[in-house]
């Protein structure tokens, strides 16, 4: 209601009945800016605990994937490990009738050796006695000299032993 070009201040009548004094109205505005500013500070806040919910969302749904393939992984491993117990429980029954028939073959030889060691050995030929084997003196030079004299009567070597590849 005021005019510049007046100069006087005309009041309304309507001042009288919805006028406010200027400190309720700077009280208000200081009010309403501390308002504002938190609510900015709140709705950065929500913004924030969005984010976190949303990656935890993220993550929850991850790590039941991966639970998820860690049981399949677990069954697997488990079915696997009931084929080895299975294998293992057929090789040492294998193991086991080896070492019983190994052990009874041991007996065996055991009792043959035994057997062999109290029985008397005897000799299928007749072992020549000392003096034949002794030479004599004529009999040893006419040896000599025959061979000597015929050269088809020397046996013949081995060509491969001769070689150096025989066995030792």
Do not use: W
């Not at 500070?41 to 929500?46: H, I, R, S, Y």
């Not at 984010?51 to 991850?62: H, K, P, Q, V």
């Not at 040893?140 to 060509?159: L, Q």
Request: one cysteine or more; charged letters at 30%; a negative charge.
């Amino acid at each position: 209601t005021y005019n510049p070009v007046v100069r006087e201040r005309r009041t309304c009548a309507c001042r009288l009945t919805f006028g406010y004094p200027d400190e309720v109205v700077l009280v208000i505005n200081r009010e309403r800016r501390h308002l504002t500013e938190a609510n900015e500070a709140l709705t950065e806040e929500l913004m924030e605990i969005l984010e976190a919910n949303e990656f935890m969302t993220e993550e929850n749904d991850y790590l039941t994937e991966e639970n998820v393939r860690l049981q399949g992984v677990e069954q697997s491993q488990a079915a696997r490990i009931k084929e080895l117990e299975e294998e293992l429980h057929v090789a040492t029954g294998r193991l086991s009738r080896v070492i019983s028939v190994g052990g009874q073959r041991v007996e065996s030889m055991v009792a043959d050796v035994l057997a062999a060691s109290t029985a008397k050995i005897s000799p299928a030929v007749e072992s020549p006695k000392p003096e034949d084997l002794a030479p004599t003196g004529e009999e040893v030079g006419e040896e000599t000299e025959s061979a000597e004299s015929d050269p088809s009567e020397v046996p013949e070597s081995d060509p491969s032993e001769a070689s150096g590849s025989g066995s030792g």
